[in-house]
């Protein structure tokens, strides 16, 4: 009789790791074990003595995990650090390396395909680097960082630039810097022999002014893209350009419902796994804000907002199978699961909340 098969992945289990603020005693990335048939939370373990982990990274195949550590000050420099870390077979982390990250308060980190570079935006130093990939999961000191320059004045966040995301496209050849603090998508061409970032200037997006964008998520049909606005509260649909790594907008929308006037702050932005639907945080109104996409053209049709049952969502993820939208809630320290709905995009609370404090980073990784 043959041997069973254990290696075939679990479609509908998942690792989700929870970066969060460790000001105090806590203590970093936290694990836990996600089932998306019905979008339970299982504690698994907690990878401690972890710096500010504000943004994690997962590469599925060469099960690596990297981590920034939101920090002004590394080894008597102005600079934040970045973590690799092996990710064992049970979901735990085991700690690989620790490197400068070029800049301080780094604040978003992308893995290419290959594995072999690690990209980072760094929010006060205002730049951007990268860095070489060790076979064996390690960081090598960054190969290339660029500084971002100018300020809008617009308000006191800029006063200077604040690079906030570093997003790849989808074939990994250009990465996309998303920057506050001058409000623009900053295009650059990776250099992947000489682990280079060259700007190209002419397929930079400039945002409207005092817009403050801050991330950006690409469409699963790789020719649309999403940015949206921490500042003015909005949503720019775009279209992308595969050849020269341009962003052209298509149109802005609003985040908030027209009738709020309090005091909030746009974050996160995802588009679900079937392209249908687009989501947006709002942290002050603590909602999700959901809009409908037509895939040809881009163009956005509001659908409803929904409470997040908490407060601050800085950060959130759809499950790979597109069932569940889990949001991490900052300010009330706890981690709300939410059914999606295929057909309408709509969100409803499944009774499942953990939890964490200062969560502001989700991550999901399939069980094999």
Not at 63 to 91: R, T
Not at 119 to 133: D, E, K, M, T
Not at 158 to 167: E, T, Y
Not at 217 to 227: I, R
Request: aromatic content about 8%.
């Amino acid at each position: 009789m043959a041997e069973e098969n254990n290696t075939a992945p679990l479609p509908d289990q998942f690792f989700l790791y929870i970066g969060a603020y460790t000001e105090g005693e806590e203590e970093g990335i936290y694990v836990y074990e996600f089932d998306a048939t019905n979008g339970e939370l299982k504690y698994l373990s907690t990878a401690k003595g972890v710096v500010n982990p504000s943004y994690l990274a997962i590469h599925p195949k060469k099960n690596l995990l990297i981590a920034v550590n939101e920090v002004g000050d590394y080894e008597g420099k102005k600079s934040g650090s970045v973590s690799s870390f092996a990710i064992n077979p049970n979901g735990s982390l085991r700690p690989l390396n620790k490197v400068a990250s070029g800049g301080a308060d780094p604040c978003y980190v992308s893995i290419d395909k290959s594995a072999g570079w690690a990209l980072v935006a760094n929010y006060s130093g205002g730049n951007i680097s990268i860095f070489p990939i060790a076979k064996d999961g390690t960081l090598k000191p960054y190969s290339d960082l660029k500084q971002h320059h100018g300020s809008e004045n617009v308000n006191d966040r800029q006063s200077k630039p604040h690079a906030h995301a570093l997003v790849l496209s989808p074939k990994g050849d250009f990465a996309l810097a998303v920057d506050l603090g001058i409000d623009k998508v900053k295009s650059y061409k990776i250099d992947k022999n000489n682990g280079k970032l060259n700007n190209i200037e002419a397929s930079d997006l400039k945002l409207a002014q005092g817009a403050g964008p801050r991330h950006l998520a690409f469409h699963p049909n790789k020719k649309l893209a999403f940015v949206i606005s921490e500042l003015n509260s909005t949503i720019t649909s775009c279209t992308y350009d595969a050849k020269s790594g341009k962003l052209s907008s298509v149109m802005t929308v609003n985040a908030l419902p027209e009738d709020f006037s309090g005091e909030s702050y746009c974050a996160d932005i995802h588009v679900s796994p079937d392209g249908k639907f687009l989501y947006g945080s709002n942290r002050g109104h603590n909602s999700i804000v959901i809009y409908k996409i037509d895939q040809k053209t881009g163009e956005l049709t509001y659908v409803e907002h929904h409470s997040v049952n908490g407060d601050w969502p800085r950060n959130f993820t759809i499950d790979p199978t597109g069932r569940f939208l889990l949001v991490a809630n900052q300010k009330s320290n706890n981690v709300v699961v939410f059914k999606l709905d295929a057909e309408t995009g709509k969100l409803r609370a499944n009774g499942v909340e953990i939890e964490i404090s200062k969560p502001v980073c989700l991550k999901m990784l399939q069980i094999k």
